[in-house]
């Protein structure tokens, strides 16, 4: 009973840190801010019940890992393709003067998420996360080469997209 409260303490700690984090990669992901929210509800839970050892310093790597295995299970299922593809992104309406601004970061944001999910997980690790290759290449157990791979595909990719989308 006393690890179990001791745990608490440390589930609640990591939550004030890294809740903010764990809850943004789930919303850039997913591009819904309730299912992000489910998402990072499930990932403490996930915390409290596996209890695992973690090292000092790779706290927010596991969070982030099992919230973007979660998104993934998400992104998955049919119900999530049949609701969220073609739909908006970005929930806040502009200001007037902000309008252009606001029309290019959704032309990205739309970009980024018709990714394939490989090549966006480290997009959203590496650009908003500040994680290096090495980094997300321990964290998403895949080789240095091929996280780099999925980055310059990636970035390619993005700029064929935004660009054909100019040309509209």
Known sequence: MEQVADYSFVVESLYRRFADDVL?????YLGD???AEDITQETYVRLMQNQP???EGSEKSWLLKVALNLCRDQWRSAWMKRVILGSKKLEILPAQD???GRLEKEALMQAIHSLPPEVKEVFLLHYYQGYSIEEMSRMLESPPGTIASRLSRGRKKLKDLLEEDEAR
Do not use: A, G, H, P
């Not at 943004?24 to 850039?28: E, G, H, I, L």
């Open 53 to 55: 050892d973690l090292k």
């Open 98 to 100: 902000e309008f252009d």
């Open 24 to 28: 943004r990669v789930s919303y850039f």
């Open 33 to 35: 801010r309730q299912k």
